[in-house]
């Protein structure tokens, strides 16, 4: 399988399409195990602070683009508002083994996660558990040591240095939420004893905590820069009002939400369980709100509330009220119907 390839100058993310996604976490637990087999003392070289450490950083990225497999490549499926959003951040989808696929984005995130960690630090507290970079070790079983953090640092350009940020925070997001719609429908079966609830539970609970930091991860640079950063996401590069709503893993994850209650999966789960996932899902949706916050949208509108705001003639609502507002309706979606 390619797991990264060249595009543009930057480090294009092959992900599989969201519907062809596994039903469970194993499958790509799996792959990832193998994946990382005669490869372990490099990912932990190239994930350390070690003077070796780009050196293993470069290899381990250009054999993840070698591996050979069949995935076809996938330039243009619809919706058209989703290959614009992932053309801007750099994403490029497959077929074949979907489970390869992700496993295979799994490791590449952290490559290009840890590489732009050590150019140019980061602004964010500490992260004990490592939620950001700790999702192989979640997945495998394992405990890879990975180098902390330095405070945030402008050797090179600032304007750079945000703009990468947000470009690698943001796919690191997307592995996340495939890995939430996977675990979202392991959630989803009649015959699961307690104790296989609880752990589905669990790891659905943890994801939600590691993709909540990767959101404030891909907004982890001073907000002065983020006009710099706002102003690229505008025509011609993509489409007017332009939003993480086009995000195609986003759509199939709140797909799975509505089919979780809708289809009864929601009230086959014990009463403590839903109440977790719907409190790891608010965990989610609180880190959305704070990237809003932190960069003017508690009065600020994002793009597309202020272009629809523009179109009626009306006054936008801000990021944040539009954030909560989302929140609100997508935790609809995860509210057992007999207290909905």
């Given at each position: ?48 602070a ?14 993840l ?15 058209a ?25 799994i490791?590449a ?15 964010l ?46 796919q ?10 996977v ?63 086009q ?42 709100v ?17 272009q ?5 003639g ?8 539009a ?18």
């Amino acid at each position: 399988m390619t797991y990264v390839a060249g595009l543009d100058g930057l480090t294009a993310l092959v992900l599989p399409l969201p519907a062809e996604l596994p039903g469970t976490l194993g499958p790509v637990a799996d792959r990832l195990t193998d994946l990382m087999e005669g490869r372990r003392a490099l990912y932990d070289t190239a994930m350390s602070a070690d003077p070796d450490a780009p050196a293993a950083r470069a290899e381990l990225l250009a054999r993840l683009a070698g591996d050979a497999g069949d995935a076809v490549r996938v330039d243009a499926e619809p919706p058209a508002g989703s290959c614009v959003h992932d053309a801007f951040f750099a994403v490029r989808r497959g077929l074949g083994d979907s489970a390869a696929l992700l496993a295979g984005a799994i490791l590449a995130s952290d490559v290009l996660a840890q590489e732009d960690l050590a150019s140019s630090g980061s602004t964010l507290e500490p992260d004990p558990d490592n939620l950001l970079l700790g999702v192989t070790g979640f997945l495998t079983g394992t405990l890879p040591q990975v180098a902390k953090s330095a405070p945030w640092q402008a050797d090179h350009d600032p304007v750079d240095a945000a703009n990468q940020r947000w470009l690698v925070g943001h796919q690191r997001f997307f592995v996340m939420l495939q890995l939430l719609t996977v675990a979202l429908r392991g959630l989803d079966r009649e015959e699961a004893t307690a104790e296989q609830e609880r752990e589905a539970v669990r790891s659905f609970a943890w994801l939600c905590r590691s993709a909540a930091v990767s959101m404030r991860y891909a907004a982890d640079f001073p907000p002065e820069w983020y006009p710099r950063v706002r102003e690229t996401m505008a025509p011609p590069a993509v489409n007017a009002g332009f939003s993480g709503l086009q995000t195609r893993d986003h759509l199939e994850l709140v797909a799975w939400m509505r089919r979780l209650k809708r289809g009864g999966g929601l009230a086959r789960l014990a009463p403590a369980s839903s109440t977790a996932v719907h409190a790891a899902v608010q965990h989610l949706y609180e880190a959305h709100v704070w990237v809003c916050d932190r960069f003017g949208g508690a009065v600020e509108p994002s793009l597309l509330m202020a272009q629809a705001a523009d179109a009626a003639g009306e006054r936008a609502e801000s990021g944040v009220a539009a954030a909560q507002r989302l929140a609100r309706q997508r935790l609809g979606l995860l509210t057992p119907p007999s207290t909905a």
